[in-house]
């Protein structure tokens, strides 16, 4: 089946740097990547809409110069995390639309990024 | 907008037996899709079962099957014979039915812990 990766999985930064997590679609095009931010035993909230060429669509609430989210190619999407504070620290997890593979309904994750900022 | 609702924060059940797991959701869409997605340990986010709005038949995969209401806007997960890997948290998660660059944005409910005891 289709394979979202995602990498790093686990990061550790310094409070003040930047930090960046891949988001790949291996075997499919994706024209729209979802991002998404998990904090310990809650729900996953939409951070952002990653669209392939375009600016991404960023939900209420989220930074956008903080978060920034670079969709360069049919296969890759990028989530900046710019001046990484304490508070910045989660789990961080992409999702794709599997749109040329006749699957139109199936939205694939990725396995995941933490975050620690220290 | 659409919101999801999960009431039940935790659940436990005893190996082998059934166990309920309740969602509703809010949303003036007529054409949709409902989720529910298995998060263990590993954050790894696992489909477990699909149902399309226009569809009157309850979804069922193996031992999971779902009672959907759309006049009463719920949709709660049933799993029978449950097995100790059954264990992790569960969300229920809502998509538009439209096309868009929004189309595979999922809005999740505040998600179930479920832990089944030998």
């Known amino acids: 089946g289709a394979v979202v990766s995602q990498h790093p999985s686990r990061v550790i930064c310094k409070s003040g740097t930047s930090v960046k997590i891949e988001c790949r679609s291996l075997d499919f095009q994706a024209t729209t990547m979802f991002w998404y931010r998990q904090f310990p035993k809650q729900s996953l909230m939409l951070m952002a809409t990653?669209?392939?060429?375009?600016?991404?669509?960023?939900e209420q609430g989220v930074e956008k110069d903080k978060f920034l989210i670079n969709h360069a190619s049919l296969t890759l999407s990028t989530l900046t995390v710019t001046s990484a504070h304490p508070e910045d620290s989660s789990f961080y997890i992409c999702?794709?639309?599997?749109?040329?593979?006749?699957?139109?309904?199936?939205?694939?994750f990725g396995e995941g990024s933490w975050l620690t900022v220290v | 907008a659409q919101t999801v609702t999960q009431s039940q924060p935790e659940m436990s059940v005893q190996e082998a037996e059934t166990v309920t797991l309740s969602c509703t959701y809010d949303t003036s869409e007529n054409n949709y899709y409902l989720f529910w997605y298995k998060q263990p340990p590993s954050r790894q986010m696992i489909l477990v079962i699909r149902q399309e709005a226009y569809k009157q038949q309850n979804a069922t995969e193996n031992r999971f099957s779902v009672n959907f209401q759309k006049a009463a806007k719920s949709f709660s997960l049933k799993i029978s014979d449950s097995q100790l890997g059954d264990t992790a948290m569960y969300f229920c998660?809502?998509?538009?039915?439209?096309?868009?660059?929004?189309?595979?944005?999922?809005?999740f409910g505040q998600g179930t812990i479920l832990t089944v005891h030998p």
């Open positions: 990653s669209n392939e060429g375009s600016k991404a669509t960023y």
């Open positions: 998660a809502f998509m538009r039915y439209a096309g868009g660059t929004s189309y595979g944005k999922l809005t």
């Open positions: 999702s794709a639309r599997a749109w040329d593979r006749g699957q139109e309904n199936t939205i694939y």
